[in-house]
T-cell receptor
Framework: DTGVSQNPRHKITKRGQNVTFRCDPISEHNRLYWYRQTLGQGPEFLTYFQNEAQLEKSRLLSDRFSAERPKGSFSTLEIQRTEQGDSAMYLC?????????????FGPGTRLTVL | GIQVEQSPPDLILQEGANSTLRCNFSDSVNNLQWFHQNPWGQLINLFYIPSGTKQNGRLSATTVATERYSLLYISSSQTTDSGVYFCAVKGADYKLSFGAGTTVTVRA
């Protein structure tokens, strides 16, 4: 297993365009998380899935953001009508619900630049 | 949510020096993790340490859960230790709450 993977690694888009990011968690992990990190700050939680169910959403996740995990494996995060304030690193993490140790492992991130 | 404070915000070390990074948190936690973020943005897991002491090579960590703090020790620092170190905690919910990080610069 090669860990959590994310695609694309970089995305440059114009304001008003839609973008979609993909996250593939560690294969045996059924918990998946999205975080956002802006320059000079720590990551902030966006949303959480257990299998295909989205169980928690942050208030940071405006109605322009939607996340899915249709088959309980990979997840997508879509941002509609992007704004310059959406420019950030989007990080995905996964963990195992079957373990007493709920350690989260992160992917390399997708860096979004909105022009 | 749980508030996490890390200190110092910045740390400049000469190669070979030892250092201590601190993480204070505002409520009971059932998960605490230390990460090192490399220049490309990847968060690398250092320790999963909700309580007790662990060591991994030149790094060690101690969490005193009853007093709501954790310490990360770097001994005999090397230039490759440079980067941002984050402490993150998890309470009763699912998410990790991160501190603002400590930026470590190790000079040769």
């Amino acid at each position: 297993d090669t860990g959590v993977s994310q695609n694309p690694r970089h995305k440059i888009t114009k304001r008003g365009q839609n973008v979609t990011f993909r996250c593939d968690p560690i294969s045996e992990h059924n918990r998946l998380y999205w975080y956002r990190q802006t320059l000079g700050q720590g990551p902030e939680f966006l949303t959480y899935f257990q299998n295909e169910a989205q169980l928690e959403k942050s208030r940071l996740l405006s109605d322009r953001f939607s996340a899915e995990r249709p088959k309980g494996s990979f997840s997508t995060l879509e941002i509609q009508r992007t704004e310059q304030g959406d420019s950030a690193m989007y990080l995905c993490a996964s963990s195992s619900a079957g373990s007493l140790i709920n350690e989260q492992f992160f992917g390399p991130g997708t860096r979004l630049t909105v022009l | 949510g749980i508030q996490v404070e890390q200190s110092p915000p910045d740390l400049i070390l000469q190669e070979g020096a030892n250092s201590t990074l601190r993480c204070n948190f505002s409520d009971s936690v059932n998960n605490l993790q230390w990460f090192h973020q490399n220049p490309w943005g990847q968060l690398i897991n250092l320790f999963y340490i909700p309580s007790g002491t662990k060591q991994n090579g030149r790094l060690s960590a101690t969490t005193v859960a009853t007093e709501r703090y954790s310490l990360l020790y770097i001994s005999s620092s090397q230039t490759t230790d440079s980067g941002v170190y984050f402490c993150a905690v998890k309470g009763a919910d699912y998410k990790l709450s991160f501190g603002a990080g400590t930026t470590v610069t190790v000079r040769a």
